[in-house]
C-alpha cells in the first residue's frame, strides 16, 4: 500500500535509525502522551528512553561520543517523535540546536568540555534569545554583558525558554559593548554566552533565577521559562567561539536548523492527524453508510494527504541542502512556513472529521488542535518566514534593467 511520506534515496543507517525511532514512538509514546498532556506532566520515562536510543548525540560528531547523523536523519526522526507528542520534540529540539552550535562556533576547549556529555544527555541545552518586550525583533535585545576582570556580568531578563527549568546548560544571547563602540550595528554587538546551571526552579545558580513553568494552550510537558539574570557573572572562557560580537550570527544559524526542525514537527502532527482522521471517518456512520464514504470528507482526506506529502519534500529537500553544505535559508524558511501552515489545516480538517467528539478530551485530535499553534509562532512566526523568502527571492531574481 502507498504510504504517505515516505523518503526515497536513504542510506540502510538512516532506515534503520528511522525505524527504531517510529516503533518507540508507536509503543512507548502514543499510548501515553495525551493523559501525560492533560496532566501537563514531564515525560520522564520517554526522555530515558530517548537517552537510551542515542537521540540527545543523534548529530554530534562520533568523535565527541554521538552518532554523527545528518540534518536529514534528524529531521526525519523528530517526525517520527512529533507523530507520537509534539512537546518530545520540544525537549530535544533546543538540546540539538544548542550542541549545533557548539559543533560550528565553538572553541576546541567548549567543544570537549560540553558535547560528550551533551551526546549521552546527561549536559541538556536550551536557548535563549527572546525576551518579555522581544521575540522577532531580536536586534532589540536589551539584556547586556559587561565586562569585569577575567569574566562578564551579565543582567536583564529572558522569556520563553523551552527546556529553561530541565536544561543544565542555556546559550544566552545579550548585547554586550565591548569592543563593540556607540553606533555599532546591533547585530555585531551580540554575544552567545554558554551558561550551565542547576536544573530546576528558583536561583540555579548565584544571579540567575527560573522562576517558574509558564502554563501554556499546548505543548505541555516540556516545560517553557522566564529567565532572569542578576549580576550573573560568567567567566569569559564561555563566550562561545571565544570572541564577542558574533552571538546574533551563532543564534540565526542555529535557528536556520531549528527551521527545519519544526518544519518536521509539523510533518509529524500533520501525518498523526490525517491518521486519526481517516480511521475515524470509516468508523462513523451517517445517513447509512460510513461518513469517508461522503464525498465531501472523501475530499478533505485528498486534501490532508496532499498537504502531508507536500510538506514532507520540502522539509525533506531543505535538510537536505543544509547536508550538503550550501545555504538553505530559502528552502528552510518555505518549508517552516508550508509546514506549519498545513499542519493547522489538516489538524484543523481532522477535527471536523471527528464532529462533537473532537471537542471532547477523549478524543486525541483535542491535543493536537492545542498544539499546532505553536509551530506557528517558534522559531519564527509566518510573517518573518514570508520577510527571509521574500528577501532572498529578491536577491536571486534581481531585476537588471
Ligand atoms: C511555547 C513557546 C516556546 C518558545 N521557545 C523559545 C525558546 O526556546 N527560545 C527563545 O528564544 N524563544 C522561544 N519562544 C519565543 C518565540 O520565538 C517568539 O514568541 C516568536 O519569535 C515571536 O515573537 P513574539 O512572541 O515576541 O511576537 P512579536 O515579535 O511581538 O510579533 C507579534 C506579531 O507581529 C508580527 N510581526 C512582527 N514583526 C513583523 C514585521 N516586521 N512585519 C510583519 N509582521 C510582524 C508577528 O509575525 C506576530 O504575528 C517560544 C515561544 C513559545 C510560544
Known amino acids: 500500500m502507498a504510504r504517505l511520506a515516505q523518503t526515497t534515496g536513504l542510506t540502510d543507517v538512516q532506515q534503520e535509525i ?3 525511532v517510529r516503533d518507540f514512538v508507536d509503543k512507548e509514546i502514543l499510548p501515553v502522551a495525551t493523559a501525560l498532556e492533560h496532566r501537563d506532566e514531564y515525560p520522564q520515562e520517554i526522555v530515558d528512553g530517548l537517552k537510551e536510543l542515542g537521540l540527545f548525540g543523534l548529530m554530534i560528531p562520533e568523535e565527541y561520543g554521538g552518532l554523527g547523523e545528518s540534518l536529514l536523519t534528524y529531521a526525519l526522526c523528530v517526525e517520527e517523535i512529533a507523530r507520537g507528542w509534539m512537546s518530545v520534540s520540544g525537549i530535544i529540539n533546543t538540546h540539538f540546536i544548542v550542541a549545533y552550535m557548539l559543533k ?23 536557548f535563549s534569545m527572546s525576551e518579555p518586550a522581544l521575540g522577532s525583533d531580536v536586534s532589540a535585545i536589551t539584556s547586556k554583558a559587561v ?13 520563553w525558554l523551552t527546556n529553561g527549568g530541565t536544561s543544565t546548560l542555556v546559550a544566552v544571547l545579550v548585547r554586550s559593548d565591548e569592543g563593540h563602540p556607540e553606533g555599532t550595528a546591533p547585530h555585531k554587538s551580540m554575544t552567545t554566552f554558554l551558561v550551565e546551571k542547576e536544573p530546576g526552579f528558583g536561583e540555579v545558580r548565584p544571579g540567575l533565577t527560573i522562576p517558574g513553568k509558564i502554563d501554556k494552550m499546548g505543548y505541555k510537558g516540556v516545560d517553557t521559562t522566564e529567565l532572569i539574570m542578576d549580576g550573573l557573572r560568567i567567566p569569559a572562557d564561555r563566550v562561545l567561539g571565544g570572541v564577542t560580537g558574533r ?27 490525517f491518521e486519526l482522521g481517516v480511521r475515524y471517518a470509516q468508523q ?14 472523501q475530499f478533505k482526506l485528498a486534501e490532508m494527504a496532499t498537504k502531508v506529502e507536500a510538506a514532507h519534500a520540502m522539509m525533506v529537500n531543505a535538510a537536505r541542502k ?10 528552510a524558511g518555505m518549508a517552516k512556513y508550508l509546514a506549519s501552515e498545513y499542519c493547522k489545516e489538516v489538524v484543523e ?20 488542535y492545542r498544539e ?30
Open 284 to 297: 462513523r456512520h451517517t445517513f447509512g453508510k460510513p461518513i469517508a464514504q461522503h464525498q465531501a470528507i
Open 372 to 401: 499546532a499553534p505553536m509551530l506557528l509562532i517558534g522559531e519564527g512566526t509566518a510573517e518573518i518566514q514570508k520577510m527571509i523568502i521574500g528577501r532572498r527571492l529578491l536577491e536571486e531574481y534581481r531585476f537588471q534593467g
Open 349 to 368: 480538517d481532522a477535527f471536523r472529521i471527528h464532529g462533537g467528539y473532537g471537542f471532547s478530551k477523549e478524543y486525541e485530535i483535542e491535543r493536537l
Open 18 to 20: 528511522v525505524a527504531t
Open 147 to 159: 565586562k569585569d576582570g577575567d569574566s562578564y556580568v551579565l543582567n536583564g531578563q529572558k522569556m
Open 322 to 331: 543544509k547536508d550538503s553544505g550550501e545555504r538553505n535559508d530559502l528552502e
Open 104 to 126: 560550528q562556533h565553538g572553541t576546541q576547549e567548549q567543544k570537549d568540555h560540553f558535547l560528550p556529555r551533551m551526546a549521552t544527555g546527561e549536559v541538556r541545552g536550551a
Open 247 to 273: 552571538g546574533f550570527y551563532q543564534m540565526m544559524d542555529g535557528v536556520e536548523v531549528g527551521r527545519v526542525n519544526v518544519a518536521a514537527r509539523g510533518c509529524g502532527v500533520a501525518q498523526r492527524a
